[in-house]
């Protein structure tokens, strides 16, 4: 069972802030991966530019959070996610909290909600987190 919001409430201080700066990171990294995709494709890659930051996206968010639970801008903010039995997470997880992920940043209406929920609820989950049953921790010492 993940830490108690009253009991352990540290587990869960501040982390929406913490996660929009991990988020912050994770976009700066995927556009420096996409930027080197696109020379690495003597810049054919520019025609399919949208398509290329998805997909590279995804791969960078399922890669990341199979190896440690958290992406590398997660890892830096000191964020780990775990699962509903306060486990890391396999690569089952990672792929459904990145599909789920990405569902949630293709609706603007659903990133919304995903937001507001972060923001609200007492373990700061965000909509795919809610589905899954996951949390975004701050890391044990």
């Known amino acids: 069972m993940t830490p108690d919001p009253d009991t352990d409430a540290h587990f869960y201080d501040g982390t929406p802030t913490k996660r929009l700066i991990a ?6 990294v995927i556009a420096c991966f996409t930027l080197l995709a696109v020379i690495l494709t003597a810049f054919t890659g520019l025609f399919i530019l949208p398509i290329l930051f998805l997909c590279i996206s995804f791969a960078y968010r399922v890669i990341t959070i199979a190896n440690g639970s958290a992406t590398w801008g997660m890892r830096l903010v000191s964020l780990e996610l775990r699962t509903h039995d306060d486990q890391r997470f396999d690569l089952g997880y990672a792929l459904l909290h990145t599909l789920g992920y990405t569902i ?30 996951t949390v975004a921790l701050n890391r044990r010492s």
């Open 23 to 28: 988020w912050l990171i994770d976009m700066a």
């Open 104 to 133: 949630s940043v293709a609706m603007p209406l659903l990133q919304l909600i995903s937001v507001v929920l972060m923001c609200t609820t007492e373990r700061r989950q965000g909509l795919t987190d809610l589905v899954m049953g």
